[in-house]
Protein backbone atom coordinates (compact mmCIF):
# COMPACT_ATOMS: atom_id res chain seq x y z
CA UNK A 1 0.00 0.00 0.00
CA UNK A 2 1.35 3.40 -0.61
CA UNK A 3 2.16 5.64 2.27
CA UNK A 4 2.78 9.08 2.54
CA UNK A 5 5.69 10.80 5.16
CA UNK A 6 5.90 14.22 6.86
CA UNK A 7 8.20 14.05 9.29
CA UNK A 8 7.84 17.58 10.68
CA UNK A 9 4.44 18.14 12.18
CA UNK A 10 5.38 21.82 12.97
CA UNK A 11 7.86 24.07 11.04
CA UNK A 12 8.83 27.81 12.26
CA UNK A 13 11.58 29.72 10.30
CA UNK A 14 12.04 33.69 10.28
CA UNK A 15 10.27 35.82 7.35
CA UNK A 16 12.72 35.89 4.54
CA UNK A 17 14.73 32.46 4.77
CA UNK A 18 14.36 29.90 3.66
CA UNK A 19 11.96 26.53 3.98
CA UNK A 20 11.69 23.77 2.63
CA UNK A 21 8.91 21.01 3.96
CA UNK A 22 9.55 17.62 3.57
CA UNK A 23 7.81 14.69 2.14
CA UNK A 24 8.83 10.99 1.41
CA UNK A 25 6.39 8.56 -0.13
CA UNK A 26 6.20 4.79 -0.49
CA UNK A 27 4.38 3.21 -3.25
CA UNK A 28 5.59 0.39 -5.87
CA UNK A 29 4.76 2.32 -9.03
CA UNK A 30 4.73 5.47 -10.52
CA UNK A 31 3.02 7.94 -8.49
CA UNK A 32 1.55 11.77 -9.19
CA UNK A 33 2.49 13.75 -6.17
CA UNK A 34 0.78 16.98 -5.42
CA UNK A 35 1.08 19.60 -2.61
CA UNK A 36 -2.48 21.07 -0.82
CA UNK A 37 -2.28 23.98 1.69
CA UNK A 38 -4.96 24.93 4.03
CA UNK A 39 -4.50 28.85 5.26
CA UNK A 40 -6.32 29.12 8.26
CA UNK A 41 -10.09 29.66 8.16
CA UNK A 42 -9.89 28.70 3.67
CA UNK A 43 -10.40 25.74 2.31
CA UNK A 44 -7.78 22.92 1.72
CA UNK A 45 -6.61 24.46 -2.20
CA UNK A 46 -4.08 22.73 -4.48
CA UNK A 47 -0.72 24.26 -4.26
CA UNK A 48 0.76 22.96 -6.95
CA UNK A 49 1.51 19.10 -8.88
CA UNK A 50 4.70 17.37 -9.84
CA UNK A 51 3.24 16.81 -13.49
CA UNK A 52 2.96 20.04 -14.37
CA UNK A 53 6.45 21.14 -12.78
CA UNK A 54 4.96 25.13 -12.22
CA UNK A 55 6.07 27.41 -9.22
CA UNK A 56 3.33 28.66 -7.56
CA UNK A 57 3.69 31.75 -4.56
CA UNK A 58 7.35 31.09 -4.91
CA UNK A 59 7.46 27.71 -3.81
CA UNK A 60 8.82 24.33 -5.90
CA UNK A 61 8.97 20.75 -6.16
CA UNK A 62 10.87 18.28 -7.16
CA UNK A 63 10.20 14.43 -7.54
CA UNK A 64 13.30 12.35 -6.73
CA UNK A 65 12.33 8.96 -7.09
CA UNK A 66 15.92 8.15 -6.24
CA UNK A 67 15.13 9.33 -2.91
CA UNK A 68 11.20 8.86 -3.24
CA UNK A 69 10.62 12.20 -1.95
CA UNK A 70 9.32 15.13 -3.27
CA UNK A 71 9.94 18.71 -1.01
CA UNK A 72 8.71 21.59 -0.83
CA UNK A 73 11.12 24.69 -1.19
CA UNK A 74 10.70 28.31 -1.46
CA UNK A 75 13.90 30.88 -1.37
CA UNK A 76 12.13 33.32 0.98
CA UNK A 77 9.61 32.76 3.75
CA UNK A 78 6.54 35.29 3.89
CA UNK A 79 4.61 35.61 6.37
CA UNK A 80 1.78 34.74 4.49
CA UNK A 81 2.80 31.31 3.95
CA UNK A 82 1.90 30.47 7.33
CA UNK A 83 -0.61 27.33 7.15
CA UNK A 84 -0.75 23.73 7.33
CA UNK A 85 0.68 21.94 4.33
CA UNK A 86 -0.31 18.21 3.25
CA UNK A 87 1.71 16.12 0.30
CA UNK A 88 -0.63 13.82 -1.24
CA UNK A 89 0.21 10.80 -3.89
CA UNK A 90 -2.06 9.71 -6.07
CA UNK A 91 -0.86 6.03 -7.77
CA UNK A 92 -3.27 3.82 -10.30
CA UNK A 93 -6.17 1.00 -9.87
CA UNK A 94 -6.88 0.14 -6.86
CA UNK A 95 -4.27 3.19 -5.34
CA UNK A 96 -5.88 5.93 -7.25
CA UNK A 97 -7.56 8.04 -4.89
CA UNK A 98 -5.28 10.82 -2.68
CA UNK A 99 -3.35 9.38 -0.02
CA UNK A 100 -2.55 12.58 2.24
CA UNK A 101 0.58 12.67 4.61
CA UNK A 102 -0.44 13.70 8.42
CA UNK A 103 0.79 17.66 7.38
CA UNK A 104 3.61 20.05 8.11
CA UNK A 105 2.07 23.37 9.90
CA UNK A 106 4.33 26.23 9.25
CA UNK A 107 4.76 29.21 10.91
CA UNK A 108 6.61 31.91 9.39
CA UNK A 109 7.43 34.56 12.14
CA UNK A 110 8.36 38.03 11.44
CA UNK B 1 -19.27 29.67 -11.34
CA UNK B 2 -15.39 28.19 -9.99
CA UNK B 3 -16.35 26.64 -7.06
CA UNK B 4 -17.83 23.89 -4.59
CA UNK B 5 -20.15 24.98 -2.27
CA UNK B 6 -21.24 23.41 0.64
CA UNK B 7 -24.25 24.38 3.12
CA UNK B 8 -24.90 24.33 5.76
CA UNK B 9 -20.87 26.20 6.93
CA UNK B 10 -22.11 25.31 10.64
CA UNK B 11 -23.98 22.13 11.88
CA UNK B 12 -24.91 21.08 15.58
CA UNK B 13 -27.17 18.02 16.14
CA UNK B 14 -28.05 15.24 18.67
CA UNK B 15 -27.40 11.81 18.38
CA UNK B 16 -31.19 11.25 17.55
CA UNK B 17 -31.36 13.76 14.98
CA UNK B 18 -31.72 13.17 11.05
CA UNK B 19 -29.49 16.17 8.98
CA UNK B 20 -28.40 16.46 5.59
CA UNK B 21 -25.18 18.45 4.34
CA UNK B 22 -25.28 19.29 0.55
CA UNK B 23 -22.83 20.22 -1.91
CA UNK B 24 -22.74 21.82 -5.27
CA UNK B 25 -20.28 22.59 -8.42
CA UNK B 26 -21.40 23.52 -11.56
CA UNK B 27 -18.23 23.25 -13.42
CA UNK B 28 -19.00 20.22 -15.24
CA UNK B 29 -16.79 18.05 -13.06
CA UNK B 30 -17.89 14.42 -13.28
CA UNK B 31 -16.72 13.27 -9.76
CA UNK B 32 -17.33 14.20 -6.65
CA UNK B 33 -15.98 13.07 -2.88
CA UNK B 34 -16.80 13.22 0.62
CA UNK B 35 -14.06 13.47 3.15
CA UNK B 36 -13.60 14.00 6.78
CA UNK B 37 -11.25 16.33 8.74
CA UNK B 38 -10.61 15.99 11.91
CA UNK B 39 -8.71 18.92 13.49
CA UNK B 40 -4.64 19.70 12.55
CA UNK B 41 -5.18 16.00 10.73
CA UNK B 42 -5.29 15.15 6.58
CA UNK B 43 -8.78 14.31 5.22
CA UNK B 44 -10.03 11.31 5.26
CA UNK B 45 -11.99 9.60 2.14
CA UNK B 46 -15.32 8.29 2.62
CA UNK B 47 -17.08 8.08 -0.83
CA UNK B 48 -16.62 8.73 -4.26
CA UNK B 49 -18.80 9.37 -6.84
CA UNK B 50 -18.11 9.01 -10.54
CA UNK B 51 -20.73 9.84 -13.25
CA UNK B 52 -23.45 9.63 -10.86
CA UNK B 53 -22.50 6.62 -9.48
CA UNK B 54 -21.20 5.49 -6.27
CA UNK B 55 -17.68 3.82 -7.22
CA UNK B 56 -16.30 4.18 -3.57
CA UNK B 57 -16.82 3.42 -0.03
CA UNK B 58 -14.36 3.35 2.15
CA UNK B 59 -15.75 1.35 4.86
CA UNK B 60 -18.01 4.23 6.41
CA UNK B 61 -20.76 2.94 9.01
CA UNK B 62 -24.07 3.45 7.48
CA UNK B 63 -25.23 6.27 9.67
CA UNK B 64 -23.54 8.12 6.58
CA UNK B 65 -25.68 7.60 3.87
CA UNK B 66 -24.47 9.47 0.47
CA UNK B 67 -26.65 10.08 -2.53
CA UNK B 68 -25.78 11.99 -6.09
CA UNK B 69 -29.40 13.60 -7.05
CA UNK B 70 -27.71 15.05 -10.41
CA UNK B 71 -24.09 15.16 -11.61
CA UNK B 72 -24.24 18.82 -9.71
CA UNK B 73 -25.00 18.11 -6.45
CA UNK B 74 -23.81 15.83 -3.72
CA UNK B 75 -25.54 15.06 0.11
CA UNK B 76 -24.68 13.18 2.61
CA UNK B 77 -27.63 12.06 4.73
CA UNK B 78 -26.46 11.59 8.57
CA UNK B 79 -28.52 9.93 11.31
CA UNK B 80 -28.11 8.40 14.34
CA UNK B 81 -24.49 9.80 14.66
CA UNK B 82 -21.86 9.75 17.86
CA UNK B 83 -19.63 12.33 19.14
CA UNK B 84 -16.36 11.10 17.42
CA UNK B 85 -18.35 12.01 14.20
CA UNK B 86 -17.99 15.73 15.55
CA UNK B 87 -15.51 16.84 12.32
CA UNK B 88 -14.92 19.01 9.19
CA UNK B 89 -16.40 17.18 6.32
CA UNK B 90 -15.29 18.21 2.76
CA UNK B 91 -17.10 18.10 -0.42
CA UNK B 92 -14.70 17.70 -3.37
CA UNK B 93 -15.47 17.54 -7.21
CA UNK B 94 -12.23 16.45 -10.05
CA UNK B 95 -12.71 16.84 -13.61
CA UNK B 96 -12.58 13.44 -14.53
CA UNK B 97 -14.29 10.54 -13.54
CA UNK B 98 -12.37 10.05 -10.54
CA UNK B 99 -10.07 8.02 -11.67
CA UNK B 100 -7.26 9.40 -9.59
CA UNK B 101 -4.49 11.21 -11.03
CA UNK B 102 -6.44 14.61 -10.74
CA UNK B 103 -6.26 17.94 -9.07
CA UNK B 104 -9.30 17.87 -6.06
CA UNK B 105 -11.05 21.19 -5.77
CA UNK B 106 -12.69 21.50 -2.19
CA UNK B 107 -15.05 22.94 -0.66
CA UNK B 108 -15.05 24.94 2.80
CA UNK B 109 -16.61 22.36 4.99
CA UNK B 110 -19.25 22.07 7.12
CA UNK B 111 -18.02 21.83 10.76
CA UNK B 112 -20.19 19.37 12.45
CA UNK B 113 -20.84 19.46 16.10
CA UNK B 114 -22.84 15.82 17.59
CA UNK B 115 -23.94 16.48 20.92
Known amino acids: AQRVTQPEKLLSVFKGAPVELKCNYSYSGSPELFWYVQYSRQRLQLLLR??SRESIKGFTADLNKGETSFHLKKPFAQEEDSAMYYC????????????FGSGTQLTVLP | DTEVTQTPKHLVMGMTNKKSLKCEQHMGHRAMYWYKQKAKKPPELMFVYSYEKLSINESVPSRFSPECPNSSLLNLHLHALQPEDSALYLC??????????????FGSGTQLSVL
Open chain 1, 88 to 99: ALSGSGSARQLT
Open chain 2, 92 to 105: ASSPSGGQGREKLL
Open chain 1, 50 to 51: HI
